[in-house]
């Protein structure tokens, strides 16, 4: 073998001898891979108290009479006599609505005589709390001899529910935030918000305040408008 083939030989020698090499050992060839970040994920609540500015009423009457048709008349004569008081203690006509008309028989204890009609109407009406007790009164004057209420909220739910949201969200980022301290972590961002689901009002029985009105008395008391928010942060 020549001086040349000698050299080529030994250049191949050497080449399969770090192919070989490599294959032996992987790790040498391998490229470092950052690991994926932390994730917490955390509820958060919060609540507005709010004072109820409006009420809402159901007032009903109740007639009878021996026939079917009498009975409904005089009921419905009489309720638009309640929507006419209702109107007159200043009442909006688009804040009253019919709920009910219902008619039924009366037996006798046998149960398959028929010995009259019983009929009911009833409407609802929302009131500012201020005209509550008024609109009681004008009602009951005109003949409602069935009242249902008062149901108290406040006509501003919007704005008090965004303000609840914005409490329920600083909850969660300091239940976050003390997670990611205890676990040597640090919050980088926001990955995932979930909102609850907007709650009714629920009563606060802390602070109640009179309302001083013609008659009836309404006591507003106050509201808890309340949120929930479901966070997850990424973390390092």
């Known amino acids: 073998m020549n001086r040349l083939g000698k050299v080529l030989f030994l250049a191949g020698v050497l080449l399969l001898a770090a192919a070989i090499a490599g294959v032996a050992q992987p790790r040498l060839g391998r490229t470092a891979t950052a690991s994926s970040g932390a994730a917490i994920t955390v509820t958060g609540s919060g609540t507005v108290n709010a004072t109820p500015d409006r009420a809402s009423f159901d007032f009903g009457v109740t007639t009878q009479a021996a026939t079917a048709a009498d009975a409904l008349g005089r009921s419905s004569d009489q309720a638009r006599a309640i929507v006419s008081a209702l109107e007159k203690a200043g009442s909006d006509a688009k804040d009253i609505q019919t709920t009910d008309v219902s008619l039924w028989p009366r037996t006798r204890a046998n149960g398959t005589e028929i010995v009259g009609y019983t009929a009911s109407n009833s409407v609802n009406v929302i009131a500012p709390l201020a005209k509550a007790g008024a609109v009681v009164d004008a009602a009951v004057g005109a003949g409602a001899n069935n009242v249902d209420g008062p149901s108290l909220d406040t006509s501003d739910q919007s704005s008090l529910y965004d303000g609840a949201l914005k409490n329920a969200l600083a ?44 008659g009836v008395s309404i006591e507003p008391g106050t509201q808890q408008i309340q949120a929930t928010v479901t966070v997850t942060y990424a973390a390092s």
């Open 171 to 214: 909850d969660a980022k300091g239940k976050a935030q003390a997670i990611a301290t205890a676990s040597g972590l640090d919050i980088t961002g926001v990955e995932k918000v979930t909102e609850g689901g907007q709650a009714n009002p629920l009563p606060y029985l802390g602070t109640a305040k009179a309302s001083s009105a013609a």
